[in-house]
């Protein structure tokens, strides 16, 4: 079970816990400059925009991806993470190697719990990346790849492989299994790869018998496809059935945060149907909420 912190209290997830669900759309990769443009000037109104939307809608957390050449990660990241950890008191992941960025955010998110999101099997990262996780108590993310391949590993056993190494690494550093959380590798469905799903549902099925808590970050199941969103969802309820603990998703594809609460109601990751009620209580006295626009 992994543990994040915030002002709204603790977030535990895992095997056997509910289904977290990360909001994904604060990235700048592909963004148009409409969008690129105010957070090179250090203008972040939209991305608090982007944060409140998914909040608002029922996802458990935010991740940050500002990777850019024309963004000052150092300057903009950790006073966007701490932004938004103070106007919607939930947790706040980070997307980066900058190194530097990194540190900041965290430093700025103290005394909470965060999550790094960046981390591979490649030594060099590890060397630079556990280090900071260890000293602000940050959970660890890790991408299966990177040490014995440069290319994403195509069978569920190259994939844990390289999940061992992070695993070690994280464990000789004094990180523990329980904060460290391993991506499946979600492959796009466009690409025609065979067996790709089953590898990624093989891989989260042998991570969850080991107990450690895994993602997907479902958005490239459909990439370059008509119906992206309904792939997404349709790739992630599967996952769910077989042992995924958490999701970056889009919050603005219908209806997949009220089919994820059930599904966690029906497989029994949600006692006495808490989440689910909630989330449907909710829903119902809402107005209904439009995400925001560039």
């Known amino acids: 079970m992994t543990t994040l912190t915030s002002r709204n209290g603790t977030l535990e997830y895992g095997p056997g816990k509910p289904t977290m669900l990360i909001n994904d759309q604060l990235y700048v990769i592909n963004k148009p400059d409409s969008v690129i443009e105010p957070l090179s000037r250090g203008e972040i109104d939209y991305f608090m925009q982007l944060a409140r939307w998914g909040h608002a809608v029922g996802t458990d957390m935010t991740a940050i991806l500002l990777t850019h050449p024309e963004i000052d990660e150092v300057e903009v990241l950790p006073r966007l993470a ?40 490649e030594q060099p990262l590890l060397d630079t990346l556990l280090p900071i996780a260890k000293r602000y108590g940050a959970a660890v993310a890790g991408m299966p790849m990177g040490r014995f391949s440069g290319h994403v590993p195509m069978t569920a056993e190259e994939r844990v492989a390289e999940a061992q190494v992070i695993l070690e690494a994280c464990e000789g550093i004094g990180i523990p299994r329980e904060d460290v959380v391993i991506d499946a590798m979600c492959m796009p469905a466009g690409l025609l790869q065979a067996n790709a799903y089953q590898v990624a549902l093989q891989t989260i099925a042998i991570l969850h018998d080991m107990g450690i808590t895994t993602q997907l970050g479902i958005g490239n ?18 996952a769910m059935s077989w042992g995924l603990d958490s999701a970056f998703i889009n919050p603005g594809i219908e209806g997949l945060i009220a089919d994820v609460r059930a599904m966690d109601m029906l497989t029994e990751r949600d006692p006495a149907c808490r989440r689910y009620l909630k989330h449907w209580r909710a829903a119902q006295n809402a107005p209904q909420i439009i995400a925001p626009t560039n």
């Open 82 to 121: 701490r932004a938004i950890h103070e106007e919607l008191g939930s947790p706040v992941g980070l997307d980066t190697r900058n190194a530097e960025a990194i540190e900041a955010a965290l430093a700025e998110l103290q005394p909470y719990r965060s999550i790094i999101w960046t981390v591979t099997a």
């Open 221 to 238: 199941a459909g990439s370059n496809m008509p119906g992206p969103k309904t792939i997404g969802l349709a790739y992630l309820l599967g």
